[in-house]
C-alpha cells in the first residue's frame, strides 16, 4: 500500500511564531487531505488539497502532486493550533491511507 | 443537524464478547467508513461501504463485521473482542472529496 511519512513527530512552538509540517507519500494519490484532531480528540477536516495551494486564515497548504509531498503552514500560532494533524492521501474509491501525525503543542 | 454520531462514546468489555459500535450520519452521504486510532499508527482504515448494501474491508478488517442495511446507519461488530481490538474507533461519511468524523468511541477490552 501507499506510504505516508510525516515530518516532524512532534513540534513544539511559542505563539506567535510560524512552522511548517511535511507529509510525503509514495506512490500518485487522486487526493490529498490534512485533518486537525484537537485535545479533545475531534478530527476536523482542514484542507482538501491533491495539488496547488489554499488558503484557510492562518493555515494554507501546498501540494506537488509530481514530487510527491505536500506542506501544511501554521503561521502566527495560537494556543488553539495545538494538537495533532495528519495527512491522508486518498489511493482509491475515497479510501484514505494516513500518516502517524505530527503533534503540534504551541504555549503561551 | 447532528451531522454525525457514534455511540456509545465509551465501552469497556471483557474478552471474547460481542460487541456493536453505532454509527449514525444524517447528511444521506453515499460512503462511510470505520478506522481505528492507535498510538503511533495515525488511522487505520477497517471497513468501508460505498452504498446500502454494498461493503468492502480496509487494511485491517480481521476480527470485525460491518452491516449498511440502511444509508445513514454503519454498525460495527467486534465478534468476540481480544485485548488487542483496545482502540479508540472513527466512523466518518463523504459524498465525495472531504471526509466528516464522528467524536469516535473509546472502546477498552479486558
Known amino acids: 500500500g501507499i506510504q505516508v511519512e510525516q515530518s516532524p513527530p512532534d513540534l513544539i512552538l511559542q505563539e506567535g511564531a510560524n512552522s511548517t509540517l511535511r507529509c510525503n507519500f509514495s506512490?500518485?494519490?487522486?487526493?490529498l487531505q490534512w485533518f486537525h484532531q484537537n485535545p479533545w480528540g475531534q478530527l476536523i477536516n482542514l484542507f482538501y488539497?491533491?495539488?496547488g495551494t489554499k488558503q484557510n486564515g492562518r493555515l494554507s497548504a501546498t501540494t506537488v502532486a509530481t514530487e510527491r509531498y505536500s506542506l501544511l503552514y501554521i503561521s502566527s500560532s495560537q494556543t488553539t493550533d495545538s494538537g495533532v494533524y495528519f495527512c491522508?492521501?486518498?489511493?482509491?474509491?475515497?479510501?484514505?491511507?494516513f500518516g502517524a501525525g505530527t503533534t503540534v503543542t504551541v504555549r503561551a | 443537524d447532528a451531522g454525525i454520531t457514534q455511540s456509545p462514546r465509551y465501552k469497556i468489555t471483557e474478552t471474547g464478547r460481542q460487541v456493536t459500535l453505532m454509527c449514525h450520519q444524517t447528511?444521506?452521504?453515499?460512503?462511510m467508513f470505520w478506522y481505528r486510532q492507535d498510538l503511533g499508527h495515525g488511522l487505520r482504515l477497517i471497513y468501508y461501504?460505498?452504498?446500502?448494501?454494498?461493503?468492502d474491508k480496509g487494511e485491517v478488517p480481521d476480527g470485525y463485521v460491518v452491516s449498511r442495511s440502511k444509508t445513514e446507519n454503519f454498525p460495527l461488530t467486534l465478534e468476540s473482542a481480544t485485548r488487542s481490538q483496545t482502540s479508540v474507533y472513527f466512523c466518518?461519511?463523504?459524498?465525495?472529496?472531504?471526509?466528516?468524523f464522528g467524536p469516535g468511541t473509546r472502546l477498552t477490552v479486558l
Open positions: 466518518a461519511s463523504s459524498e465525495a472529496d472531504t471526509q466528516y
Open positions: 506512490d500518485s494519490v487522486n487526493n
Open positions: 488539497i491533491p495539488s
Open positions: 491522508a492521501v486518498e489511493f482509491n474509491d475515497y479510501k484514505l491511507s
Open positions: 447528511w444521506s452521504h453515499s460512503y
Open positions: 461501504s460505498a452504498a446500502a448494501d454494498i461493503t
